[in-house]
């Protein structure tokens, strides 16, 4: 045991448990994560919830009640989650109230099937801000061509949102734009901007697994020498562009009016090489106003040997870029990398809710009552 999540948190940045359950709720396993390990928040995912109800711990009563309503799939999947995110949230509820609504959040995802379908979107958000109806909710918007204009309309009716699969530092300026945005018009109808609340999910391991197979199909000495490099060298930069849009007059004039930073998040930091250290996208992504959302295996990793020794971002900015541009002059294009990250992200959270739609459907069939 090391005192590593507690200067972690000390850093700056706010731990969060990228995983839920019913059994994590029940048996008090999240309340002790909050009591004892410094978690601060939670995020979820289709993938996660597949896993989770797929198991079908602490499930069963309510999948069995729905099945007595004859109630559609998708109604029983909403069910089931927004009540998982409602208890969560609910045992958050006071850190929530300590951090002035900084912390103590749970964050649930829109339908990926309506990832680039602004209006239907937007409509979700709405939904499912009411169903889960806790301030301390975040609704996760993918920040794809479609969904940036939603996440601005979403913030500017007064619902705090997640924004997540970010992998390019353009879109992530975008991101950053459309909260801006979002907010001004927020603003324009008179809602209170200091109850808004966002972060910006900047997905970390998945950029070195691409850009690592790529260098590895390459085979030369100086191609390796810049494996496991760029995700990092990616969310330093995307750091750096955060810096720069929240140092802006624009934000300036939005502070004023009581407006609440968008955190980076750091997403996506399980370590998949196992070459690796296994706390590589804790150790070098600390700074100030941040957060890290890490699977449990990740966070039991730092706990016991995160090597935390301050803020390992700022005076980086120099050696980030020259890495990704040494990636690129490998002949492996950015932008190429990213816009495949982002398609691939889509496809598998929406691969993950149909399966987890097939699942509940079996499972709805099986504990139907017989009719007469």
Avoid: C
């Amino acid at each position: 045991m090391t005192d590593a999540l507690k200067r972690l948190s000390e850093a700056g940045v706010a731990i969060w448990l990228d995983d839920l359950s019913r059994k994590r709720i029940t048996s008090g396993n999240l309340a002790e994560l909050i009591d004892q390990q410094h978690v601060v928040g939670v995020t979820t995912n289709p993938t996660i919830f597949q896993k989770a109800i797929s198991a079908g711990d602490g499930y069963e009563q309510q999948l069995a009640d729905l099945a007595a309503r004859k109630v559609t799939v998708e109604e029983a999947v909403r069910m089931i989650t927004t009540a998982d995110v409602r208890d969560a949230a609910d045992i958050l509820r006071p850190v929530f109230d300590a951090t002035q609504g900084q912390d103590g959040r749970v964050s649930i995802e829109v339908d990926p099937r309506l990832a680039h379908n602004t209006r239907a979107t937007v409509a979700e958000a709405r939904q499912l801000a009411w169903l889960v109806d806790r301030p301390n909710t975040l609704i996760k918007i993918p920040a794809t061509k479609a969904g940036l204009p939603a996440i601005t309309e979403t913030i500017a009716g007064g619902i705090s949102v997640n924004v997540t699969l970010i992998f390019s530092l353009e879109r992530y300026r975008e991101v950053m734009d459309a909260y801006m945005t979002g907010l001004e018009r927020a603003k324009e109808r008179g809602l209170d901007l200091s109850a808004i609340h966002s972060v910006a999910s900047f997905f970390v391991s998945r950029v070195d697994t691409e850009i690592d197979k790529r260098i590895d199909a390459l085979g030369t000495p100086e191609a390796k020498a810049l494996r496991g490099r760029a995700a990092v060298a990616n969310a330093r930069l995307a750091y750096q562009a955060y810096e720069e849009a929240f140092g802006s007059d624009r934000w300036h004039a939005l502070e004023r009016a009581q407006a609440n930073r968008q955190r980076p998040l750091w997403a996506s930091t399980g370590v998949k090489d196992k070459a690796y250290k296994d706390t590589l996208y804790v150790d070098e992504l600390v700074a100030p106003n941040t957060v890290n959302t890490m699977p449990e295996a990740t966070l039991v990793a730092t706990e016991d040997h995160g090597e935390i020794t301050g803020d390992t971002i700022a005076g980086t900015y120099e050696q980030a870029r020259a890495d990704l541009d040494a990636v690129e002059k490998l002949g492996i294009p950015y932008d190429d990398v990213v816009r495949l990250l982002e398609v691939e992200g889509v496809e598998k959270f929406e691969a993950s809710w149909n399966d987890l739609l097939k699942s509940t459907e079996a499972v709805l069939e099986r504990l139907a009552p017989s009719e007469g």
